[in-house]
């Protein structure tokens, strides 16, 4: 067709070619960049080896914009886009404007589009998307305890039928307490339970708790049960802790298998996500000494405080 075009044409077609070749290459350049920069600001850790982008984010821009993200995020979770088709993406922007709610859309291969919080995402069916092994296999489960990992905040949850209870107090300072399986008689997790008593003793993360010794009575860990209440610390009134993990976004499967530390229905500490008394981070702390009235924690007068670590396995 060429030959006959430049027979007809007064310019030369190739070099038209060549120039509409340069001018998307350009385009291509420019689209490249722009979508590296909005994926590297927006992308969140929606679990474990998943990442996802906000959906407001994503109804909110250009069709030409949006769909090259919505590949993007496909590439990045699983290497390539060669099972996505433009229909496909098509789709995949309808459920982002499809309103509030968890909701998926099934794709080729095995693989899903997502929604869950507000986050779109892609993963494989049938593959746990928040719980990670990290502790001892039992003789009745495949995991005794898991690392639940759900928009960059971590959980430890107790899997099937295990239900172990560990009553802490005061008097087992000191020690480190080994929880056992009910059925199998191995070990699902540890409980350390230590006296602090100099600022290189604090240290952060999500696993521990501090909170005066003297609160320290009666303390069961334990998993969450439907009738716990949460009143957070600072907070003026509490609710019930199924609503309190709703209005947080806590995924339904983590919830029944979820570790706490409680005083009968009174929950004082949900690692990873909330307490109610003591602190488990810097601001906490600024919180606590402001409620304490004190100035720093090992002044004089300051009530002692103790370490409450669950260690995984």
Not at 87 to 101: D, H, K, M, Y
Not at 274 to 289: I, M, Q, W
């Amino acid at each position: 067709m060429i030959p006959q075009i430049r027979e007809a044409s007064v310019k030369d077609p190739v070099d038209a070619l060549l120039s509409a070749a340069d001018l998307l290459c350009s385009d291509k350049d420019y689209f490249d960049g722009l979508i590296d920069e909005l994926f590297g600001k927006h992308r969140i850790g929606v679990a474990p080896g998943v990442i996802g982008l906000p959906c407001k984010f994503l109804v909110r821009l250009h069709p030409s914009i949006a769909s090259r993200l919505v590949r993007r995020l496909f590439l990045t979770s699983f290497g390539n886009t060669t099972d996505l088709s433009r229909e496909q993406v098509e789709n995949i922007r309808s459920l982002l404007a499809g309103g509030r709610g968890n909701r998926s859309l099934s794709l080729s291969g095995g693989k899903y589009a997502g929604v869950f919080a507000g986050v779109f995402f892609f993963s494989i069916r049938n593959r746990p998307l928040f719980t990670e092994f990290s502790g001892e296999k039992t003789e009745h489960s495949e995991r005794a305890l898991s690392v639940a990992r759900c928009l960059n905040r971590e959980f430890l949850v107790l899997e099937n039928k295990e239900n172990p209870t560990l009553i802490i107090s005061g008097e087992k300072m000191g020690q480190t307490i080994e929880v056992m399986s009910e059925n199998g008689g191995k070990r699902l997790f540890s409980v350390e339970l230590k006296s602090v008593e100099n600022p290189a003793q604090v240290v952060y993360n999500n696993r521990t708790w501090y909170c005066p010794v003297r609160e320290i009575r009666d303390v069961t860990v334990r998993k969450y049960d439907s009738t716990d209440h949460i009143k957070p610390a600072g907070s003026v009134g509490g609710k019930p802790l199924r609503r309190f993990l709703t209005d947080r976004k806590v995924p339904v499967e983590i919830r029944n298998g979820l570790l706490i530390a409680a005083r009968g229905t009174e929950v004082l500490w949900v690692p990873g996500l909330v307490h109610a008394t003591g602190f488990t981070d810097e601001a906490s702390c600024g919180r606590y000494l402001d409620g304490q009235g004190i100035g720093k924690l090992f002044e004089n007068g300051a009530p002692p405080i103790c370490r409450i670590k669950i260690i995984p396995g």
